[in-house]
């Protein structure tokens, strides 16, 4: 019986290597080498195969190092996180395949969230098929398939095992810890200074706004690792020790939205034990539509124009700090320039948006002039820096009130469920 087995596996090997010595000669022939990782990926593309769950945890400890590959060749992907994302994606046709009668997903496929989800997937359809450019539209929505897939649906069967879940946290934290530590390190040669924040984030993070958005979302999971975990026990000090790295680096990222974002996490803390967090929600969405009513009125808003020489980018702390307290920070007068135009564009496409991915290439011709600052002519061609007027402006104002229903029920759920639960370590 093992000489069989023997036999058998000399023959796998000696076919490989054949295989493998085709391969090498010919990328040597034609000087095309990458042809030689081709081997290591059926390697690769087998072994995850077996278990599904070794990608997928692959995939979230590799989130916090991946790096964009536009600059290395002309694929405008993340590295490697998105080729995960990717095999993920064309692994979940085969495991419905595998096991359609193990899947029990009676109790998820009628829950409000996941159907809301459903129609804002399916409105992103419409909208597309009525874009300014259904080219660009479309490849946004493929793009789209293979992010739901990976961090809606694999979850939903993956996350029943408790186990999993920790590893997929475990596997995000190292990684995120590391590269944060790198950053602060590099950093340090700098002596922190405000104006030297970019390069110590590259190739990780694009900026610092990124990066420490990045940590801030990070922060709760972190704190919430804590409560889980033995007192004086090695996760318990390590969980510690991480999430005072990650509060060092939100301060040193010297992104007010990340710090926002910090402040709003413990705000939702509060507002979930009280419950009160849906009302705190619908009260907050009310003063945003009555300030937007009241700029509008009369054109309001154009008494709020920032003035163009004292928009500018500082290069201190301090200086950025009061600058947006007084109004004259650069990016958020950039910001005021893109929201109103947004807010021109959808009164010609109220409905459908002009198309996903489709903002950049149009908005220009709806900006206000007065609004222009020193960054408006926006060589990275980023959005809107809203995400309710960024599905406003592209597909219409379904979609905006589609995902605002979303978020509103997100934390909705979440309290109710939040205060149903007794065991701690379920609520957390």
């Not at 803390?269 to 907050?284: E, P, S, Y």
């Not at 009061?322 to 947004?342: C, K, L, N, P, V």
């Amino acid at each position: 019986m093992m000489s069989k087995w023997l036999y058998r596996e000399s023959v796998w090997f000696t076919g490989a290597c054949l295989i493998y010595s085709i391969l090498a000669f010919w990328a040597v022939w034609t000087e095309n080498y990458l042809l030689m990782l081709l081997p290591l990926g059926a390697a690769a593309a087998i072994f995850f195969l077996k278990d599904v769950r070794i990608p997928f945890v692959l995939l979230c400890g590799s989130i916090p190092f991946s790096f964009n590959l536009m600059g290395m060749t002309n694929i405008g992907m993340d590295f490697p996180d998105e080729a995960l994302m990717l095999w993920t994606t064309a692994m979940f046709p085969f495991f419905l395949l595998l096991n359609p009668f193990k899947l029990s997903l009676q109790k998820w496929i009628t829950h409000p969230l996941l159907w809301l989800q459903l129609l804002a997937f399916l409105w992103m359809c419409v909208s597309v098929l009525y874009s300014e450019n259904v080219v660009l539209s479309s490849k946004y929505l493929l793009k789209r398939i293979w992010y739901l897939v990976p961090f809606l649906i694999w979850p939903i069967f993956l996350f029943q095992d408790r186990k999993l879940m920790i590893r997929c946290y475990q596997g995000m934290f190292l990684t995120l810890l590391l590269v944060t530590c790198i950053v602060l390190i590099r950093f340090s040669a700098v002596g922190f200074r405000f104006e030297e924040v970019h390069d110590p984030l590259q190739p990780f993070f694009i900026n610092h706004v990124m990066y420490g958005s990045m940590l801030s979302c990070f922060i709760p999971l972190a704190a919430g690792a804590i409560f889980l975990s033995r007192k004086f026990s090695i996760q318990w000090m390590i969980a510690i020790i991480g999430l005072f790295v990650f509060v060092l680096a939100v301060y040193l990222s010297y992104s007010r939205a990340a710090w926002m974002g910090v402040i709003f996490a413990m705000g939702t803390w509060l507002f979930i034990r009280l419950k009160w967090m849906h009302q705190a929600m619908l009260v907050f969405f009310a003063l945003v539509l009555s300030a937007v009513l009241w700029l509008s009125q009369n054109n309001t808003y154009l008494n709020y124009k920032p003035k163009f020489e004292k928009t500018i980018m500082h290069e201190s702390l301090e200086d950025h700090i009061m600058a947006t307290i007084q109004g004259t920070d650069i990016s958020s007068a950039e910001r005021y320039y893109r929201w109103i135009a947004a807010i021109r564009m959808s009164q010609d496409r109220p409905i459908t948006g002009v198309g996903p991915n489709n903002f950049y290439d149009y908005y220009k011709s709806y900006t206000i002039t007065s609004f222009r600052t020193w960054v408006s002519r926006n060589f990275e061609r980023s959005t809107t820096h809203n995400y309710f007027l960024f599905m406003l402006v592209e597909q219409g104002y379904p979609a905006m009130i589609i995902y605002a229903a979303m978020i509103w029920s997100i934390f909705f759920f979440g309290q109710r469920l939040y205060h149903r639960l007794s065991d701690k370590g379920k609520r957390s």
